[in-house]
């Protein structure tokens, strides 16, 4: 729900006609959505040939098989574009002879610490506002519908605030305690609105507290997370206080790829938005349980068009069965998360998934894990206030068995758990999981794998 609402005021008609084509192609025959895919990749690539100085001298060598590889949907040949690239070669990225008008730079967060530049077009910027407008209308939200937002805000001194130009109800997450629950909840139901959007483990907290405090009859419709991996934990927690479903959207800055959840709960990779390539062994980095690094390659933003790029996301295949909601997108079975929230043994494994562990331990309210080397991990700890000693041991059982006996496992009980600077509370920090995840490919390459159960 990042609305460039200065896009929809300028450009209101194209971007309806864009939405109204999106609620109809998303019915179409995988034949034509073949036909249409391997067009977008025919434009994206040559464009990129013909006007992007970094392609013509990376892909360049490679135009003459093109076609080859769309009729195919197979780029795997071509080399692959690393965020780290984009920061080194931005310049050389740039498409030449486009306008200058109506572009804009974009930031990545940075959450391997070092924050990225991309440059978007005025037809990525429509194309955005359309699809995450589809995204919302998946789940039965209308645009214009009143909405609550738990987001980072640092400029807001106030716990809660209205957006009147989105119709909003802001929880600037920098305001986040346990003492202003009870404004929450007296704001949400006065405000009675259509959804709410959070990041999960900001949610969940408060979910925790609501519980605490006895406060579990909202009545609000349904609960929309985004921006960090939605954990099954946090998930559970959220369903059973809000009592409404809780769905998903993952997305980035640099529009990458877009993966939302229908009204049926499952995961569609939207296919207009980008090519995303389907996970094999040759493709991307692995990771535990089958999961993938997710590659894409965009069709809207001719300015910066990324190929083959990266995004540092796992993501594990659906099962290949159609969705009741009769859309013939492929789907997804989970988000798995960024490769740097995986730790790292001393062997090479590479763990993810370790939320598992807590599942056991309803008196955690909230933990995360921190890995400065591979001989061992931190485990952070707050206390809910149903929580009991077993609970700990509990924890450190399973953890055990997920990660073997080589690393030491330290449980630390702390009052709070500090937001990043982004407003999100990270449930891994992994230094050797980061170097992982900025590192070449090949560099990276796990020697083996092992995940959750
Ligand atoms: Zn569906």
Redesign the pocket.
Same mark, same amino acid.
């Given at each position: 729900m990042k609305f460039r609402l200065s896009d929809y005021a300028t450009h209101p008609l194209a971007i309806k006609r864009l939405h109204d084509e999106l609620l109809k192609s998303q019915y179409w025959a995988p034949a034509q959505r073949r036909e249409w895919v391997q067009e977008r990749l025919e434009r994206t690539l040559r464009h990129a040939v013909k006007n992007v100085p970094y392609y013509r001298r990376t892909l360049g060598p490679y135009e003459s098989r093109f076609n080859e590889m769309i009729d195919r949907l197979d780029l795997s040949e071509l080399p692959t574009l690393s965020k780290q690239d984009v920061r080194v070669h931005f310049d050389e990225l740039c498409a030449e002879g486009t306008s200058n008008t109506e572009k804009n730079t974009v930031r990545t967060s940075g959450t391997t610490g070092t924050p990225t530049r991309f440059l978007m077009d005025r037809e990525s910027n429509l194309h955005q506002f359309a699809s995450m407008w589809r995204v919302l209308n998946?789940v039965g939200y209308r645009f214009g519908n009143r909405f609550v937002d738990f987001k980072a805000d640092p400029d807001k001194r106030i716990p809660a605030t209205y957006d009147a130009r989105q119709n909003c109800l802001v929880f600037p997450v920098e305001h986040l305690k346990r003492d202003n629950v009870l404004l929450y909840v007296r704001a949400i139901r006065a405000f009675r609105p259509a959804l709410i959007k959070t990041y999960p483990t900001t949610l969940n907290l408060v979910c925790h507290w609501m519980k605490e405090l006895g406060l579990d009859d909202l009545q609000v419709k349904r609960v929309v997370c985004c921006a960090e991996t939605l954990r099954d934990h946090h998930r559970a927690t959220i369903e059973k206080v809000m009592r409404c479903p809780v769905y998903d959207f993952y997305a980035q800055n640099e529009r990458a790829a877009l993966i939302s #959840?229908?009204?049926?709960?499952?995961y569609?990779v939207h296919e207009e938005y980008s090519f995303v390539e389907s996970p094999s062994k040759e493709v991307g980095r692995s990771a535990p349980g089958g999961s993938m690094e997710a590659v894409t390659t965009t069709f809207h933003n001719l300015a910066m068009p990324l190929i083959r790029y990266q995004t540092g996301d796992l993501v594990t295949p659906g099962d290949g069965t159609p969705?009741?909601?009769?859309?013939t997108?492929r #789907?997804v079975g989970r988000i798995d998360g960024r490769l740097q929230d995986m730790i790292v043994a001393p062997d090479g494994r590479y763990l993810a998934s370790l939320e598992h562990a807590f599942f056991d331990a309803p008196g955690v309210q909230m933990s995360q894990i921190v890995q400065e080397t591979t001989a061992g991990i931190e485990v952070k700890i707050v206390k809910a206030e149903d929580f009991v000693a077993e609970d700990l041991d509990r924890v450190e059982a399973r953890l055990r068995g997920m990660i073997g006996d080589e690393m030491v496992i330290e449980l630390s009980l702390v009052d709070s758990i500090p937001a990043g600077e982004n407003g999100k509370i990270p449930f891994v920090i992994s230094k050797p999981g980061s170097q992982a995840a900025q590192d070449d490919p090949g560099a990276a390459e796990p020697s083996s794998v092992a995940g959750g159960p």
């Open positions: 998946w #959840t229908c009204e049926w709960g499952r569609h969705c009741e909601c009769e859309r997108y #789907t």
